[in-house]
C-alpha cells in the first residue's frame, strides 16, 4: 500500500527566508503526487501536481517541487517566504483503484512565519 | 469557478443524535470523499462515492455511513454520534477517469457534547 511521511510536523523561517517542506513516499509504480495548503478555517487548495514529464513543477504562489524518483521524494520549496504563506501544507500520493483516485495524505507540515 | 459547499461550518449536537453533513459540488465530478482531520493525524477518508448511489469504504467507516442519491450532493451520516467523533469534517469532489487533483470544501466543524 502506498504511504507518505512528511517528517517535520513543524517548520519555522523568518519572512523573507527560503522554504523546504520534505515529503517522502512509498510506492511501487510511477505515483501522482500533490501538494496542498490549508489556511486556518479553510479547506485545501492544490499547490501544485506532478504526473509525469518535468520533475520540476510550478505552482501558483511562487511554489516549486521537485520529484525524485531515487530518494521517493517531493519536496516542496519557495525562494523567498510571505507571512501570508503561514498555514498547513500537505503532500499527497495518488494511486487507481478500480478506476478511481485514491488520495493517500501525509499528516501534515505547520508553517510558522517569524516578521 | 469551481466549488464545493458544505451545509455547516460549525454544528453542535449531543451524544446518541443521528448527524446529517451535507456536501454539494457544481462542478459535475465522478467522484466525492469525505475525511475527518484531526490534529497531528492528518486527513483519514471515511467514505468515497465514484458514481450515483455507489459508496466505497475508507480507512475509518465504523460509525458512519454516507448517501449519494445524485450527482452533485454526497452525505455523512452519523448513526449514533459520540464524543470521539467531534472533529473537522472536510468533503472534497473530483473528476473521474484518472489521477485528477480534488477539491475542497472549507469544512464542517462538529462537537458531540
Known amino acids: 500500500a502506498q504511504s507518505v511521511t512528511q517528517p517535520d510536523i513543524h517548520i519555522t523561517v523568518s519572512e523573507g527566508a527560503s522554504l523546504e517542506l520534505r515529503c517522502n513516499y512509498s510506492?511501487?509504480?510511477?505515483?501522482?503526487l500533490f501538494w496542498y495548503v490549508q489556511s486556518p478555517g479553510q479547506g485545501l487548495q492544490l499547490l501544485l501536481k506532478?504526473?509525469?514529464?518535468?520533475?520540476l513543477v510550478q505552482g501558483i504562489k511562487g511554489f516549486e517541487a521537485e520529484f525524485k524518483r531515487s530518494q521517493s521524494s517531493f519536496n516542496l520549496r519557495k525562494p523567498s517566504v510571505h507571512w501570508s504563506d503561514a498555514a498547513e501544507y500537505f503532500c499527497?500520493?495518488?494511486?487507481?483503484?478500480?478506476?478511481?483516485?485514491?488520495?493517500?495524505f501525509g499528516r501534515g507540515t505547520s508553517l510558522i512565519v517569524h516578521p | 469557478d469551481v466549488k464545493v459547499t458544505q451545509s455547516s461550518r460549525y454544528l453542535v449536537k449531543r451524544t446518541g443524535e443521528k448527524v446529517f453533513l451535507e456536501c454539494v459540488q457544481d462542478?459535475?465530478?465522478?467522484?466525492m470523499f469525505w475525511y475527518r482531520q484531526d490534529p497531528g493525524l492528518g486527513l483519514r477518508l471515511i467514505y468515497f462515492?465514484?458514481?450515483?448511489?455507489?459508496?466505497e469504504k475508507g480507512d475509518i467507516p465504523e460509525g458512519y455511513s454516507v448517501s449519494r442519491e445524485k450527482k452533485e450532493r454526497f452525505s455523512l451520516i452519523l448513526e449514533s454520534a459520540s464524543t470521539n467523533q467531534t472533529s473537522m469534517y472536510l468533503c472534497?469532489?473530483?473528476?473521474?477517469?484518472?489521477?485528477?487533483?480534488?477539491?475542497f470544501g472549507d469544512g464542517t466543524r462538529l462537537s458531540i457534547l
Open positions: 472534497a469532489s473530483s473528476p473521474g477517469g484518472g489521477n485528477q487533483p480534488q477539491h
Open positions: 510506492y511501487g509504480a510511477t505515483p501522482y
Open positions: 506532478y504526473f509525469s514529464g518535468d520533475t
Open positions: 499527497a500520493v495518488g494511486t487507481a483503484s478500480g478506476g478511481s483516485y485514491i488520495p493517500t
Open positions: 462542478m459535475d465530478h465522478e467522484n
Open positions: 462515492s465514484y458514481d450515483v448511489k455507489m459508496k
